[in-house]
């Protein structure tokens, strides 16, 4: 079973992609994030894209022992920034960032 992270979880293509990880069979989401300033931080990450509960609350950064592969959908420089974690972490990434 792949973990999976979503960077920018409760955007609409974040919440697409928890939603699709639900109905992909060997992976599960193990974690989620969102930027700092916002007020669904502590939420559960499958409330939000509407999945239900996922006892996976949504943080403000992603955690590198929490998953195997971090999908980004973020801004440019947020995923600068998990791009440098994640390098010195050795873990993967899919970049779905546009800008």
Do not use: Y
Not at 27 to 41: D, K, M, R
Not at 43 to 51: K, Q, R
């Amino acid at each position: 079973m792949t973990r999976i992270c979503v960077a920018g979880a409760a955007g609409r293509m974040g919440r697409t992609i928890i939603e699709a990880i639900q109905n992909t069979d060997g992976v599960t989401l193990t974690s989620a994030c969102e930027h700092p300033g916002s007020s669904l931080i502590g939420a559960d990450a499958g409330e939000v894209a509407g999945v239900g509960k996922l006892d996976v609350a949504i943080a403000t950064a992603p955690n590198t022992d929490d998953f195997d592969v971090l999908i980004e959908f973020t801004r440019p420089d947020s995923t600068l920034e998990h791009l440098e974690l994640l390098r010195a972490a050795g873990k993967r990434m899919v970049i779905g960032t546009t800008g």
